[in-house]
């Protein structure tokens, strides 16, 4: 036996590490990732800030004043705190660690965010996948009769989903918060909220065992690494004693405080990607064969079948055009010859649809 194999846990053996692609000098429609920045009197004011920013102190663990913006900010229920992760995908790890009781399980639907089979292997945790059905709305009666079989610990619900951009019936999905009542614990992320303006939080004194996770990196800020999560209080208490006590370090937690401050320019801003996505979503379902989903995220899933040409034949041609998008066709059955593109800014928008039609007729 090599130490690889004496050392290492089988099932992170078999994983194939999480791919991200190098991007430079290509049109980046592939990450949810807002195109816009901050205006520059922002970006001065901010580096004046940071400036001043005490790098050789410890973080306060408390993150008392960040989390109280975030809390009045975000529209978090009185009587609700907030734990706060290194991005939300760290907020996911930390419930898959304090869940993982031997022999418990994470349930999801499939096709889903990736992070949340990938968490529940790292803690040990079994993942099972309830597909979703055709048309991408939940499965009620397949996920109720899933939840009775196996009483997942983590049932998560992304709202809207990742990567089919759909939000799913929210009766169905409180039907879900029911089945699983005090055996488990329901995670609604709502990693685009922005983008939907529908959201569970103000409904967290109504079902104790839900938690709503949300990040601030699809609203402008992926870089600082940033998610909030909120539940009950007494929930919340016994996953923050699994967060590491400095996660959010001292220029995150100062950058966040000030774009606290300045929270109109990110909702602005996602105010304008609404309308471009409602103007990509037209200009693609203009073209012939192409199927556009519904989506109230920040990116549109298509579906390529009745364009004749394939997915990943699709995507290559856009690579060859300097063109970064998605293709998830391979990701679940369901999503054969689709791809998901980032609603990006008005001219990288042009820029894609030039190349996919090209690419269409290549
Ligand atoms: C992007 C995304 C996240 C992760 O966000 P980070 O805060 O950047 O880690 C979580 N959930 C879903 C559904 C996402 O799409």
Redesign the pocket.
Known sequence: MSLIENIIRPEVRALAAYHVPDASGFVKLDA?ENPFGLPAHLREQLGRRLADVALNRYPVPSYAKLKAGIIETFGVPAGFDVVL?N????L?SIVSIACAKPGAKVLAPVPG?V?YEMSAKFAGLEFVGVPLKQDFSLDKETMLAAIAQHRPAITYL?YP??PTGNLFNADDMVAVMQAVGDTGIVIV?E??QPFAEQTFMGRLPEFPNMAV?R????LGL?GI???YMSAAPELLAEFDKVRPPYNINVLTEATAEFLLEHAAVLDEQATQLRAERAKLASALEALPGVEVFPSAANFLLIRVTKTGCDGGELFNRLLERRVLIKNVGKMHTLLENCLRVTVGASDENKSFLTAFAAALAA
């Open positions: 949810m992760g991005g939300s995908d760290e996911i965010f992070m992304a989903n990742n992320d990693a685009y996770m990040t601030v990196s699809k992926a690494r940033l998610g």
